[in-house]
């Protein structure tokens, strides 16, 4: 059976997605390297610097995240950080993981790296004894940071991290450890992306504490991906295409952790009506899924920009004066 025209735009939406978001951060990280070498003295050349490159600080985040609760204060030197992570976290919680399986640009690379692997032939499937273990390891990252910040952290040392010089060049460490890594983090990079050529995602599968975050938030969500047991034929084309290696022939509804609502299974199955899309029960288009996830991403950007919670109000000489400070500064 030929897939639908809505499975063959499903596709195609997802990869143009994926696509975009990762050229976009591809400019953004472009960008902020220009303002990185004028701040630190590196190029007399003024470049501003792109709010967008504070989504690779989850962990700032999740810092101002606790102080707006408790304060109700927004972050005014990573404002932007703070506003995607929210609109992450809604829609982990109403839209499976969409902000991985449509947005993030780090999954999109893995699963290019996967697809290139099964073409290879050289993709392999770890058994259950080691992937179980394996797929603990980010749920104990999640654990220990909101040990750390969320339980042990009270007002006082959120604002005195908020105000630290070390909050205020975390961007610039960032890139800092990426342009010139110590051997041991350089190595452990190229492992991860040899064995994103071996295994599928083994980054977003093992070792990712935001997409954990994201998971427990999805068991939650409303829409889920649902099988008729009567109509399938156990092929397992679904399973085979899975980024997350979800058992789906094993479940009637996959109220999975790991489900980055992608929506892959659904083109690739035989059976007509057999893998479905529903909303509290309730069959839905699958292109609802991509829609909203798109859409409301876009939305909190936009709102964010409109009520002055994008643009850091930390001016560009503020920042390049602890810029040229990026390799004596430490933590607090």
């Not at 059976?271 to 529903?278: A, G, I, M, V």
Request: proline share 7%; hydrophobic share 50%; with cysteine.
């Amino acid at each position: 059976m030929k897939p639908s025209r809505t499975s063959n735009t499903l596709t195609r939406l997802r990869l143009i997605s994926q696509s975009a978001f990762a050229v976009f951060c591809l400019i953004v990280g472009y960008q902020f390297y220009r303002f990185y070498l004028w701040a630190t003295g590196a190029s007399p050349d003024i470049a501003l610097r792109p709010p967008a490159v504070e989504a690779f600080l989850p962990l700032g985040a999740l810092v101002s995240l606790k102080r707006l609760v408790l304060s109700g204060e927004f972050d005014a030197i990573h404002p932007a950080g703070l506003a995607i992570f929210l609109a992450a976290l809604f829609l982990g919680l109403f839209l499976r993981k969409g902000f991985c399986g449509w947005i993030c640009p780090i999954g999109f690379a893995s699963n290019l790296a996967e697809k290139i692997g099964r073409k290879m032939r050289i993709l392999m499937i770890p058994p259950r004894w080691i992937d179980l273990p394996l797929l603990s390891l980010k749920y104990l990252l999640l654990g220990a940071f909101a040990w750390l910040i969320l339980w042990n952290m009270n007002l006082q040392e959120l604002t005195a991290f908020h105000l630290s010089p070390y909050n205020m060049i975390s961007d610039a460490k960032m890139l800092h450890f990426f342009l010139e890594p110590s051997r041991l983090a350089g190595g452990i990079m190229l492992a991860l992306v040899a064995l994103s050529f071996l295994m599928k995602n083994p980054w977003c599968r093992y070792l990712c504490p935001y997409g954990a975050l994201l998971g427990l938030l999805a068991i939650f969500s409303p829409l889920q991906v649902q099988r008729d047991r009567n109509l399938c034929i156990d092929c397992k084309r679904c399973e085979a295409v899975c980024p997350s290696s979800i058992k789906i022939t094993a479940r009637k509804t996959v109220r999975n952790s790991e489900c980055i609502g992608c929506l892959e299974c659904l083109p690739v199955c035989p059976q007509q009506e057999c893998l479905k899309l529903s909303l509290y029960g309730r069959t839905v288009s699958p292109l609802i899924l991509p829609t909203l996830v798109i859409g409301l991403f876009l939305l909190f950007w936009g709102a964010a920009r409109l009520t002055g919670h994008w643009q850091s109000r930390i001016p560009p000489e503020t920042f390049r004066h602890y810029y040229q400070q990026v390799q004596t500064i430490g933590h607090p």
